[in-house]
């Protein structure tokens, strides 16, 4: 088959020929339809040090996607051949605590599908049954396409409640845009995004965004009375990993506010503890998907009309994945589909 692989241990990726993945026992093979590029698939791309240490090569990348089921191990109930289907990366050891706790995105031993076991940016894909989502077919493929950064954003999103609360959104990437429609979508009153790169703040806008900023030209005290806002944010939620808007968002949360931190923030970063503690705000780290709690949620509101097709801006097919990186690498795109074909 064909497949999208980290071939030596140097910038870029090839698409060359290697043998379609085994399954085992309770694995299921999934034909491949459509996948969509995400930030950590850059990293690998650049070969960044976090990639570096992480990605045994040669590995195929690739962990977004949508696709068919090809075939099913015989210890497998409750799947069938051709059924549609998009995945949880996140393989789990099912035996430590957080496992048995039911806490499985905080497993000890996570093997991440992309970066340390095949990836999905190929024809096929063998993944362990109890990994697999069935989706309906009223969801948009493209859509099903991007479920696992949908996933964050909803994860992130749903971490607090946010009816009638006024939150703010740093970073108008695109789990940043599909937070502020998630955020539209389930009831907030003012859904402020900031970023410092306009094409993004447009696709925010397209979104649901009530403001989106640039924070470069314009301070977040602006964004609070333009929109008559007094006492602050109810919400952060902390999309850009970049420590600056960590620290902006501290200084304008409302006391005994909430903040959800998705983005990734490197090395140790200082903040105004003052802020944190004689202003009473929660922060909570999140991390990846509830399995599946947080895959059921997606799906019932994608049925119930979220709508996050605004943050899916390119289409490419495999054979031109080059210029798809570099469409996503230029900082000009939402999301950026990669398809084997029109099915
Ligand atoms: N915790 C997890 O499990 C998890 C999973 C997926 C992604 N992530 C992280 O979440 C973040 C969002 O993902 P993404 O794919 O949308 O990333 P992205 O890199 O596409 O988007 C981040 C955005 O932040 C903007 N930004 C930079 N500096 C800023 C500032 N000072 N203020 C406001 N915005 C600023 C960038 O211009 C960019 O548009 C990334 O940091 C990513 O690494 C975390
Ligand atoms: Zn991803
Ligand atoms: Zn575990």
Redesign the pocket.
Known sequence: MKALVKAASAAGLSLVDVDTPPIARDDVLIRILKTAI???DVHIWEWDDWARRTVPVPMVVGHEYVGVIAAVGDGVLGLEKGQLVSGEGHVVCGRCRNCRAGLRHLCANTVSVGSTRPGAFAEYLALPASNVWPLDDAIPLEVASLFD?LG?ATHTALAFNLIGEDVLI???????CMAAAIARHVGARHVVV????PY?LDLARASGASLALD?RSAGLDEAMTRLEMREGFDVGLE????P??LR?MLAVMRSGGRMAL???LEGSQAIEWERVIFGGLTLK????REIFETWYKMTAMVQGGLDVSPVITHRFPYTEFEAAFDVMRS?RSGKVILEWSER
């Open positions: 995400c930030g950590t950064a964050n740093t970073g108008a990437g695109p789990i940043g900031t970023d410092v790169n993004r924070v999309m850009s990993g970049n600056e808007a902006s998705l983005g990734f780290g999140i991390y990846g900082g």
